[in-house]
Structures are given as C-alpha cells and as structure tokens.
C-alpha cells in the first residue's frame, strides 16, 4: 500500500489505516479475542501500518487487544491513542486532562500496548476546565522524555488548535469526514493545510452506512451506540439512502462497491488525509484496503460533487449532549 505523511511532523503511515474501535467497542458484543488479533495482523499483512485505538474502547480491553496483535511487528507500525476522559467502573465518566492525569494514561497505556512509546497520542475530546497550553505543555514534557513522539487533537475547534500547536507541533486532527459529513471542509481543511497538520478521518464510511449494507430495515444490538444516534433513526435512514445510491452508481462504474468509492473520494482530496475505517470482518477489511488503489479523476470527483451537493442529509451525528463536546 502507499504510504502518506502526515502533514508536516515526518510522521510517514500507510494511506488507510485501521480504526480498531469496534472490535471492542460500541458496535454492539466485541469479537472473540482471537478473531480481532488475527484481523488486526491481516491488516497489517495486507500493508495497513498505522493502527488507531484508546483507553477508553473497552474499556482499556482495546489497547490490550492492540498491543498483543502488534507485538512482533512493534517497529513496523504506527500505533495511535488517546487519553482525556474520566473512567470509572470501566466506563466513561466525564473528560479529565489535566496534567497528572494525562500522565498516568500514558503510563497505563504504555503497557497495555506492550510498548516503550506511543507514536501518536491524542487528546480525545477538549477538556474545557484544562488551558490547552497546559495539555500541549505535559505533552511536550513526555516528548522528551521519550514516552510519545507525535500528538494530536480530535474534534478540536479551530482556536483550540491553533493555540495547542502553538506550544507542541500538532501532527495530526482526528474528526469525522465522509460524504455524509463534510463540514470540515469549511474551515478545518484549510487551516490544517496552513499550519501543516495531517488530518485522520474516522467513520469514513459513515459508521458503515455508506457500505451500501444498512438501510431503514435494518436492526442493531441493543448495546450498538448507533441506536441513540438521530442520523441513524430509520427515517433518517431512509432519507439518506439516496447518498448511498449516489455511491452505488459510481461504483458500478469502476468496478467497486460503495464503501471503495466513499474512501477514494476521501483519499483524493488532500495528500496528507489518511482514513481509519474499522472493521470487525476480514472481507470488509479486504474491500476496504483495495479502495487505496482507486483512481477517482477529476470528472469523477466533480460529478460526485455535484450530485452530493444535490442530496440534503437527515438526522444531526450527535445527540445534543454529546454535540456539546466537539468543535471547542
């Protein structure tokens, strides 16, 4: 597979990485721990070197999962976490960076990934009661002292970034982008593409709906976090079926199936965005590594373009709780 940089920090991956979320985590049951380590190192086979995680899909169980999957190829890879939230009783309770805390994720995280470093280390959500300066600060301290090498940010407002790489060079942004969630074009692209920041999106394939394989039919286990999320009600579903169609008629057209097409189109607009789509089937993972060597052309994208701009998406990404803590 080709491999992309992210932005200016040096930090070189595979163009698709692998989001390994929900092999654990939030899709519904995780996988048998034997199926996720060999998914995880058929990735990895098939030329996937950057592979993304947290402390808090499981919770912890996920990084552990990672960390024993890559062991034997520690120095082949890129491993991406995160730290910034509060867990009590193995579940999420509430955001936490402040900086003895961030240390102690990365001390904890560092064993569970079996490692002496974490490649890339993210702060999950902005923790508005903690000055970035004082994250970028703790950050730049375990820099040194060896236990990260690069950091980033997920669904950080603009300021937020600006002033975060400010302190420590930011290498990376992780925020949704899809064609069923474009607002990063906006203003997120261009000032990442200004201050040299790579970009990591994750739901490529609109947490699976862009495959083509949900529609308004379709029935989730009841602990899949998709049931709470308005873009996933079946009327919803059935509105932005017409995204998919979109998909589905340029796919016929190369040859592919919609989940290639939905990340070729992500590949093909800016050099330094390389997508995490996740997986919990080997198949899936297959599809998903040959969309890297799609071609999409000009006349592709703009007639793509053109028909997305025609298609108005149902159902807001977040629940309004939970879109409180994006974008600030």
């Not at 390994?20 to 030329?47: N, W």
């Not at 290639?260 to 330094?272: H, N, R, S, T």
């Amino acid at each position: 597979m080709q491999k992309r940089k992210l932005g200016k920090s040096g930090l070189e991956v595979s163009a698709l990485g692998l989001g390994c979320m929900g092999l654990s985590h939030g899709y519904g049951q995780p996988v048998p721990r034997e199926d996720g380590i060999k998914l995880i190192r058929t990735a990895f086979e098939r030329g996937v070197t950057f592979f993304d995680t947290a402390e808090v899909y499981g919770a912890f169980t996920n990084e552990d999962l990672v960390g024993e999957s890559l062991q034997p190829v520690r120095n082949e890879v890129v491993i991406a976490t995160k730290f910034g939230f509060k867990i009590e009783d193995g579940k999420q309770a509430g955001l936490d960076s402040r900086p003895e805390h961030i240390r102690e994720v990365a001390d904890a995280s560092l064993k569970r990934l079996r490692t002496d470093r974490i490649d890339l280390f993210y702060q999950h959500r902005v923790d508005p009661n903690v000055p970035i300066e004082d994250v970028a600060g703790t950050i730049r301290r375990l820099i040194d002292e060896g236990k990260v090498i690069h950091w980033g940010l997920s669904e950080a407002g603009l300021e937020t970034i600006r002033r975060a790489h400010a302190v420590t060079p930011v290498a990376a942004l992780q925020n949704e982008y899809s064609l069923w969630w474009r607002q990063p074009e906006e203003a997120v692209l261009p000032t990442l593409e200004e201050l040299g920041i790579g970009f990591v999106p994750f739901s490529p394939l609109g947490r699976g709906f862009l495959t083509g394989k949900i529609d308004e039919n379709t029935s989730f286990d009841t602990t899949d976090f998709r049931n709470t999320l308005p873009r996933f009600t079946p009327e919803a579903r059935k509105a932005n079926q017409a995204l998919v169609d979109l998909l589905a008629r340029m796919a016929e057209v190369k040859g592919a199936t919609p989940a290639q097409i939905a990340l070729a189109w992500l590949l093909a607009q800016k050099p330094w965005i390389v997508p995490i789509p996740g997986t919990t089937k080997i198949h899936r993972l297959e599809e998903n590594i040959k969309a890297a060597e799609i071609e999409l052309t000009s006349d592709d994208l703009r007639e793509i373009d053109e028909a997305a701009s025609a298609i108005t998406i149902e159902g807001s990404r977040y629940p309004p709780e939970l879109e409180k803590t994006v974008g600030r």
